[in-house]
């Protein structure tokens, strides 16, 4: 019964910022790996952050030092925070979420698509110049 809601998408200005939501339910996040992933026309899908069960995370280089991850407090939403957004960044954004006993990075795994196997709906982010 695990599932994924993604919101906030929508249409910036370069430079602009956007915060992504991933609403969960039968989701335990201490057991529960997850990730934002984003996929353009034509391309294939990417990782943008891993989280690990202990809230470890790691970013792609493309977005490091510009999006961050994180949860609310009663862990049950998985935020993706995007600042200095960039033409490039425009794409369908995914939240997905895999339980396991060990979690991957994007660091060290690929492709980290392949590990997951619960997936949101998406939400499209397009930024313009």
């Known amino acids: 019964q695990m599932q994924l809601v993604e919101s906030g998408g929508g249409l910036v200005e370069a430079g602009g910022s956007l915060r992504l939501s991933c609403a969960t339910s039968g989701v335990t996040f201490a057991r529960t790996c997850m990730a934002w992933f984003r996929q353009a026309p034509g391309k294939e899908r990417e990782a943008v952050v891993s989280r690990s069960r202990e809230g470890n995370s790691d970013y792609a280089d493309s977005v490091k030092g510009r999006f961050t991850i994180s949860t609310d407090s009663a862990k049950t939403i998985l935020y993706l925070q995007m600042n200095n957004l960039k033409p490039e960044d425009t794409a369908m954004y995914y939240c997905?979420?895999?339980?396991?006993?060990?979690?991957?990075?994007?660091?060290?795994?690929?492709?980290?698509?392949?590990?997951?196997?619960?997936w949101g709906q998406g939400t499209q982010v397009t930024v313009s110049s």
């Open positions: 997905a979420a895999q339980t396991a006993p060990v979690c991957p990075s994007l660091t060290w795994y690929s492709p980290l698509a392949t590990f997951f196997g619960h």
